[in-house]
């Protein structure tokens, strides 16, 4: 038979019951569930996040797109004026390109490096950001309790995700007020076959 709760959780829920039980029958706690995800996507602070991270490397990436469009009019030319050409220009050309798909795949990888040590980088400090949010909510609201991952139900009563979500509007520099929703920006693909 398959274990259905892991022991961590089973000794989780044991402690939280036993405070339940342990607290005096007039004391009510005040719990709420927060939807962290939520937080991460529709904070202005993620927005501003996400928008800065943008705008630091899509230089970058137009200048891969650039790159990539002027090797594709090379390799299109080698194989238009590859019957005229002598052997040796020929073996010379498709070097010359296959040595330049090389170097722009490796410029690719190097951007994508760069990019995800960023965006690390930026998450790991909005984390720390929500959650400190979460905790000043919650200590000015008197909640006993604030979970976020691991919930498998709530009701809506108990969701404060909304509340953090207006007070961290509330501290958002300006910019992120206006900043629109901005999917990740994705890197060109690499060149396939060179």
């Known amino acids: 038979m398959k274990r259905l709760i892991s022991t961590s959780s089973m000794a989780w829920m044991i402690a939280v019951a036993g405070t339940l039980v342990a607290l005096p029958a007039w004391a009510e706690l005040k719990i709420g569930v927060v939807d962290y995800g939520k937080l991460m996507e529709q904070s202005p602070q993620a927005k501003v996040v996400v928008e800065a991270i943008r705008t630091e490397f899509t230089p970058r990436q137009k200048d891969l797109q650039s790159q990539q469009t002027t090797l594709k009019t090379k390799e299109d030319k080698l194989q238009k004026?590859?019957?005229?050409?002598?052997?040796?220009?020929?073996?010379?050309?498709?070097?010359?390109?296959?040595?330049?798909?090389?170097?722009?795949?490796?410029?690719?990888?190097?951007?994508?490096?760069?990019?995800?040590?960023?965006?690390?980088?930026e998450m790991s400090r909005l984390q720390r950001t929500l959650i400190e949010e979460v905790r000043v909510y919650a200590k000015a609201q008197n909640f006993d309790l604030v979970i976020a991952d691991g919930v498998i139900y709530s009701t809506p009563t108990l969701d404060i995700t909304p509340a953090i979500l207006t007070a961290l509007t509330s501290h958002a520099p300006a910019a992120g007020k206006t900043a629109a929703p901005a999917p990740t920006p994705a890197l060109p693909a690499k060149p396939q076959g060179h």
């Open 81 to 121: 004026d590859g019957a005229t050409m002598t052997e040796d220009q020929r073996t010379r050309a498709e070097k010359e390109l296959r040595d330049s798909y090389r170097e722009l795949s490796r410029k690719q990888q190097e951007v994508q490096d760069d990019f995800n040590a960023r965006r690390n980088e």
